[in-house]
């Protein structure tokens, strides 16, 4: 299992921008896909965005154009920068990275305001 740490979360208002990070406890190289899922209140968690090993990208419908995920294997690091944020983007971001199984953060609240 990997551990994961996430930062970077915070309060902005709609049409701003925040840059989530997560490290990772293991060499990233060995780490098949990293991404972020959210989860709103009363709402099931989501996927956001993958970036696999090799650098190929997956987003979900509601976020592409607007968010970029990247990776940097060196760093054992994952990012995901949000632009032109949108009150219905507050959630709680988790990072996540597969190896042999499924490893998860704690967990870092986003929340825009109107």
């Known amino acids: 299992q990997v551990q994961l740490v996430e930062s970077g979360g915070g309060l902005v208002q709609a049409g701003g921008s925040l840059r989530l990070s997560c490290a990772a406890s293991?060499?990233?190289?060995?780490?098949?896909?990293m991404g972020w899922y959210r989860q709103a209140p009363g709402k099931q968690r989501e996927l956001v965005a993958t970036v696999t090993s090799g650098g190929r990208t997956n987003y979900a419908d509601s976020v592409k154009g607007r968010f970029t995920i990247s990776r940097d294997n060196t760093k054992r690091t994952v990012y995901l920068q949000m632009d032109g944020l949108k009150t219905e983007d507050t959630a709680v971001y988790y990072c996540t990275a597969v190896t042999r199984v499924q490893s998860w953060g704690q967990g870092t609240q986003v929340t825009v305001s109107s």
């Open positions: 293991r060499s990233a190289f060995v780490i098949s896909v």
